[in-house]
């Protein structure tokens, strides 16, 4: 992949620290490369497929938001959709789990399979695959409810009452955040900082104990050392969980995802817009020998 763009007399013009914009630029590219390396070339070859999306295409009152989506998610990696606003990441994301179901006017065509079952068949029910597919928002959802009822609350919906204090404390470790909160079950949810709230939110998901877990920006609205501990936290859990996580960050799939599909968007000649998957493989893959010249204006960033 060319790391770096032909210079103009612009780009020669130095930095604040005295370094051109183009070599700025390439040791950036440098960096997120070493960084994607780390997850291995193939991660994805013996893992059983999860999630498999087959033709899928989403809209809202008639007007698609995202179409033609072919992938397939797999067992115990972590999966980055990544793409610039309006690209339909959030949208399939939400597909994933059945979501859209509860937006007026939302239709989800083609196939979406969780372990070879179709997620959409006639009586399957909803509320079963948000159990084992849970969610993670965007920004932090406490409820005006205790630490310790925030956690319970999914066990209590779901009728998993039995140890129910073990299984709270057993959530809260799992999103580190049991050492924080243990002195304090009792207080008020809200009372937590932002980043522990997101990680109360995580710990609400994981109780009702899902098989994957989807992650819309968690991070974005959190200060960079409370982002930290959410990607340490992600590492984490795909030791146990399927994890598919949206981000506006490249630096963050890099440095969370094995693999990564990346989004762009298609503009009829009406000026309708629509959301398609470009390319998705392995994260060293795409960002250091995408295949589609899209993805690499997008990784290079000559095109966000």
């Known amino acids: 992949m060319q790391t770096m763009t032909e210079s103009d007399p612009s780009s020669e013009r130095g930095t604040a620290g005295g370094e051109s914009a183009d070599v700025a630029l390439a040791r950036s590219q440098a960096q997120m490369a070493e960084i994607a390396a780390q997850h291995g070339a193939a991660p994805q070859e013996g893992k059983p497929v999860v999630l ?24 115990t990696l972590v999966t980055a959709f990544i ?6 990441k959030t ?3 939400r597909s994933l ?7 007026p006017g939302a239709e989800v065509t083609g196939r979406i399979t ?15 695959v948000r159990r084992r597919i849970g969610m993670v928002f965007q920004r932090p959802n406490p409820f005006p409810k205790s630490i310790f009822d925030n956690v319970a609350y999914g066990l209590r919906l779901h009728g998993m009452k039995d140890n ?8 809260l470790r799992q999103a580190a955040l049991w050492d924080e909160v243990h002195k304090r079950l009792r207080s ?25 877990v989807l992650m819309d ?10 982002t930290q501990r959410i990607e340490d936290l992600v590492a984490e859990l795909k030791n146990d969980y399927t994890i598919v996580i949206v981000t506006h960050n490249m630096q963050q799939a890099a440095r969370v995802a094995d693999m990564t599909a990346f989004f762009s968007v298609d503009v009829a000649e009406s000026g309708a817009r629509c959301g398609i998957l470009v390319e998705h493989a392995p994260t060293v893959e795409l960002f250091t020998r995408p295949s589609d010249e899209r993805t690499e204006a997008y990784v290079t960033g000559r095109f966000g």
């Open 114 to 128: 969780y372990h070879g079952h179709d997620l959409n068949a006639a009586g399957v029910d909803p509320v079963e």
């Open 217 to 226: 920006e968690p991070a974005s609205a959190l200060d960079p050392i409370a």
């Open 91 to 93: 949208t399939l994301l």
């Open 97 to 103: 789990n059945r979501m859209n179901d509860l937006i």
């Open 83 to 88: 793409g610039p606003s309006g690209c339909g």
């Open 188 to 212: 008020s949810a809200l009372s937590l900082s932002g980043g522990q709230q997101q990680r109360l939110c995580i710990a609400r998901a994981l109780a009702i104990e899902p098989d994957v």
């Open 52 to 75: 498999g999306l087959e033709n899928v295409a989403v809209s809202y009152s008639g007007h698609q938001a995202v179409r033609g989506v072919e992938m397939n998610i797999h067992k």
């Open 164 to 171: 129910l204090h073990d299984r709270v404390e057993k959530a």
